[in-house]
């Protein structure tokens, strides 16, 4: 047996502890034939067989995001201008106002999720007051996490927002002395406002849509994305909303691995749309580049526990538990996996009083089923999953929202959200995600980072004695999201028979700096034995460029997650780590203000100039609205 494909010369991560070292491997029909030494797997090389020299560089297995919008994200990722790991406000609105400039009317500028505030080196989001002097007439949607949207008069025009607008239970539209609303919608703590005026917005043409999620899946294999697990959305109908995927799939034109689960879209109908798909979709239909795995994450929409920190807990629906029942019934007679989205211990504790009913009459019996996010469970909680058979899919949203967590519950609760050390240690089935794009960024080294370094994008230590290795949390990113798909057996690691997934890093992961995990992207990413993605030392063996639609598209201006050259990044570095001294020192409240009990996210929105060091308040420490 020769091969089509062996890379050599390499530092080679694999999960066999028997075999030590590996620095090659042979790729013949999208499998590993071969994997050891040079000289070993060198044998497997014929004439036709392609060699690439690794020049010492990291290998690892291909990056598994167990939990990401893929499908809604490649729709739309054309479309929006993304601020992930733009390092200053100034920077961001600079990229605003050229967009702004360059976008055809009656087109949106949408800047949607994978930033947050304190990731800026201002430390604040920006003013509806500066929006609407960048864009006085193109409408412009600014999402900040789940919490709040941020419209221009121009976009308030175009969704017909006025005085007379209700706003939906649950959230809150933002009105000006005269009951006019000033262009902040904000979730309190139900999201569904900011869901619902998104999706008010212009879409791409078909063509544009194919081009914009080819896209969105070169970006993530940037990033050595191979495979992810596709957690369905709101406003992400079956199966109108898959043909782009599905099209792509048949003209063998994905670059990402993808299973996707069914999201119910119909509140109060949610059983109806599990059994229609029930008897019309088989359960894992499709290959290994593209199949159905089950249910979710939202199965009845009474169920939903918002994870807006800034809010307090919501309590769910008296009638929740019914609801949750008859569908989860369902699910399991038919033996189809699901998934259900849990943030709070309390909704936790609710829900497995469900799932237990139902196991009494109808046995779970091994059938894989998954609690996403998990932040507050408790041990008990972890216990009983796991005699039910389940995994918890954790991702990195307190990346992105831990200073908000810290700031509602303290730092001790703060260091356990989610418990991982623990979940780990009692065995339950855990897999690495990141709940793109709406929240977190798509980025898997942020959320290494997040969980290695322990600390947000802002530079909040969040974590300390639960942090994980550096091994732990890659193999969370690969051997652990595999099983939440049930292809355990298949991908995750680099060994003879498996699926030929894997990256070549730019920097190694092992022995980078702490700050520098979170810059880490891919020179070289594989799936099934085809290159899908190329740079640095292998940009000769780049499949080719594919154009970018619509010409005025954000994606071909900044190219999706912020990029510094390395002179650039280890400047950011610096400025970054001197600032984040200052602010440290002059920012240590952690709880109200000693002088005037203000409130946190009153202050962050504010125009008082806290970030000016040199000025009375800013010396002082205080961002609060007493004066």
Request: with cysteine; glycine share 8%.
């Amino acid at each position: 047996m020769k091969a089509d494909l062996i890379l050599y010369n390499g530092k080679i991560t694999h999960f066999d502890s028997t075999q030590q070292e590996v620095s090659a491997v042979a790729i013949q029909d999208g499998k590993f034939i071969a994997v050891g030494i040079d000289k070993e797997v060198l044998q497997f090389a014929n004439t036709r067989t392609k060699l690439i020299d690794l020049k010492g560089k990291r290998v690892v297995p291909g990056i598994n995001d167990s939990h990401i919008h893929l499908i809604r994200g490649g729709l739309n990722y054309n479309l929006e201008l993304r601020w992930d790991g733009v390092p200053s406000l100034a920077d961001a609105l600079r990229m605003l106002r050229e967009q702004v400039d360059r976008t055809p009317h009656p087109q949106w500028v949408r800047v949607v999720g994978g930033w947050s505030e304190f990731q800026f080196a201002e430390r604040r989001m920006p003013t509806l007051a500066e929006i609407n002097a960048i864009a006085p007439e193109t409408p412009v949607f600014i999402l900040h996490l789940y919490d709040r949207a941020l419209l221009n008069a121009a976009a308030l025009r175009t969704v017909g927002y006025t005085k007379d607008t209700p706003a939906p239970p649950g959230g809150t539209i933002e009105r000006d002395s005269q009951g006019n609303p000033t262009g902040l919608l904000i979730a309190s703590p139900n999201a569904m406002i900011l869901y619902s005026t998104l999706a008010k917005g212009p879409t791409l043409p078909y063509e544009e849509q194919v081009n914009s999620t080819r896209h969105f899946m070169k970006e993530l294999n940037r990033f050595g994305i191979t495979s992810v697990i596709d957690a369905g959305g709101g406003f992400q109908n079956y199966p109108d909303d898959y043909k782009v995927i599905s099209d792509l799939h048949q003209a063998d034109q994905l670059t990402v691995r993808i299973a996707y689960n069914l999201f119910t879209q119909k509140p109060k109908h949610e059983y109806e749309d599990f059994q229609q798909w029930i008897d019309t979709v088989p359960l894992r239909q499709g290959d290994d580049m593209y199949r159905h795995n089950g249910a979710g994450e939202m199965l009845v929409f009474s169920a939903a526990d918002f994870e807006d920190f800034i809010q307090p807990r919501p309590d769910l629906n008296e009638n929740m538990e019914a609801e949750l029942e008859k569908v989860v019934r369902l699910l399991v007679s038919n033996r189809w996996p699901f998934r259900l989205h849990a943030t709070y211990n309390e909704s936790i504790s609710r829900f497995l009083d469900v799932f237990e009913k139902v196991n009494r009459d109808i046995p779970f019996d091994g059938l894989a089923w998954i609690f996403d996010h998990a932040e507050t469970i408790d041990e008990r909680n972890i216990e009983r999953t796991k005699a039910l058979g389940g995994g918890i899919a954790i991702q990195s949203r307190m990346a992105y929202q831990g200073e908000y967590f810290a700031d509602r519950y303290g730092s001790t609760a703060t260091e356990q959200t989610p418990p991982v050390k623990k979940m780990l240690e009692m065995s339950v089935p855990v897999g690495g995600g990141s709940d793109a794009t709406r929240v977190s960024s798509y980025n898997p080294w942020v959320s290494m980072y997040w969980l290695t370094v322990g600390k947000t994008v802002g530079g909040l230590q969040i974590y300390h004695d639960s942090r994980l290795d550096r091994m732990t949390a890659l193999q969370l990113y690969t051997q652990g999201s595999a099983w939440f798909s049930q292809e355990q057996q298949q991908k995750g690691d680099i060994a003879v028979g498996m699926l030929a997934d894997l990256t070549v890093l730019n920097s190694d992961y092992f022995t980078v700096a702490d700050e520098a995990i979170k810059e880490i992207e891919s020179e070289l990413t594989i799936v099934a034995g085809k290159i899908v993605y190329a740079d640095g030392d292998f940009s000769p063996f780049s499949p080719p460029p594919i154009p970018i639609l619509p010409d005025w598209s954000p994606t071909k201006s900044y190219a999706g997650y912020y990029r510094i050259s390395n002179l650039a990044q280890q400047d950011n570095i610096n400025t970054a780590a001197a600032q984040s001294s200052v602010m440290n020192t002059v920012h240590l409240c952690s709880g109200s203000c000693q002088v005037h009990a203000h409130n946190h996210n009153h202050a962050r929105m504010s125009n008082i100039a806290i970030n000016n060091y040199t000025a009375f308040w800013g010396a002082l420490g205080c961002s609060c609205f007493a004066f």
